[in-house]
């Protein structure tokens, strides 16, 4: 179950850099197509395994990917049965509810600092910075 994991996590790695704008007006309207109006509640936390999407960044290629390995969309954003959660903001009470190695979650901690370009440059300066003070260090010995 961990390995199925780690398969869709390297997956919404790749899908996160690409933009589905397209690919997630057809997800949608085959999810409206696929399920009734009328379906009830517990026929869903009956079946799973569930995904949560909450906005856009590539969130239809993450969808069409659960979707194609049996996972079901939840739309209800306060459900804890998921086994991934897909979210453009961070929420505390998402962390405080997240079962590492049973769930995967699109929300890194202080991404800015690699996600942001001064973000990424600081760090590049700071990685600079340290590798330059290490080399001098094997030098001087």
């Not at 659960?66 to 998402?94: A, F, P, V």
Request: proline residues 2%; aromatic residues 10%; charged residues 30%.
């Amino acid at each position: 179950d961990f390995a199925s994991l780690a398969q869709v996590s390297l997956f919404l790695i790749l899908a996160a850099a690409s933009s589905a704008s397209e690919v997630e007006l057809v997800d949608e309207a085959k999810f409206r197509i696929d399920q009734p109006e009328d379906k009830k509640l517990e026929d869903l936390q009956s079946s799973g395994p569930f995904f949560y999407i909450g906005g856009a960044n590539g969130a239809g290629l993450v969808s069409i990917y659960c979707r194609s390995k049996g996972w079901q969309r939840i739309h209800d954003n306060k459900r804890k049965d998921y086994k991934l959660k897909w979210c453009e903001t961070k929420s505390r009470e998402t962390y405080y509810n997240f079962k590492e190695g049973e769930q995967l979650l699109y929300q890194i901690p202080n991404n800015k600092v690699l996600t942001t370009k001064i973000g990424l440059l600081s760090n590049l300066r700071e990685y600079e910075r340290v590798m330059n003070k290490i080399s001098k260090n094997l030098n001087a010995k």
